[in-house]
């Protein structure tokens, strides 16, 4: 199983962001009658794409089926669960806020140099990305 480079997890996010972002603008505009970039509601819909899909999609978002992409466990090459996706989503993410957004710029030169291609989301939450 080939481990997915920077490059490719980029165009992956690129392509969920804009999946996602236009749906959950939509929706939001539905059911508040107003939509703005900062607002809660999206960062919550958005937050629940990143979590639910890939535990029921082995692994994938939109973006990463597209590319040939996965997550997986690291240990048993297994899908992840819920708490996999919670740790990898919600707690990295309190880790990237706390530190300013070092932590994103850190997990992109580690994906994209380390032989293992593991971001800091990934130590984490145990997982990796693999070419399917």
């Not at 996010?13 to 505009?29: F, K, M, N």
Request: net charge neutral.
């Amino acid at each position: 199983m080939y481990k997915a480079g920077f490059w490719i997890r980029l165009g992956a996010g690129i392509l969920d962001s804009l999946i996602i972002s236009i749906p959950v603008a939509i929706i939001v505009y539905m059911l508040t009658g107003h939509y703005d970039t900062d607002d809660l509601n999206a960062r919550i819909l958005s937050a629940l794409y990143s979590i639910i899909l890939p535990v029921y999609w082995y692994g994938r978002t939109i973006g990463k089926r597209i590319c040939g992409i996965r997550i997986q466990t690291y240990d048993t090459h297994e899908p992840p669960k819920i708490t996999t996706m919670l740790m990898r989503v919600l707690v990295a993410g309190i880790v990237y806020v706390l530190t300013l957004g070092v932590g994103v710029i850190v997990s992109a030169f580690m994906v994209g140099l380390r032989e293992d291609r593991r971001a800091i989301h990934d130590f984490i939450a145990g997982t990796e990305v693999v070419w399917d």
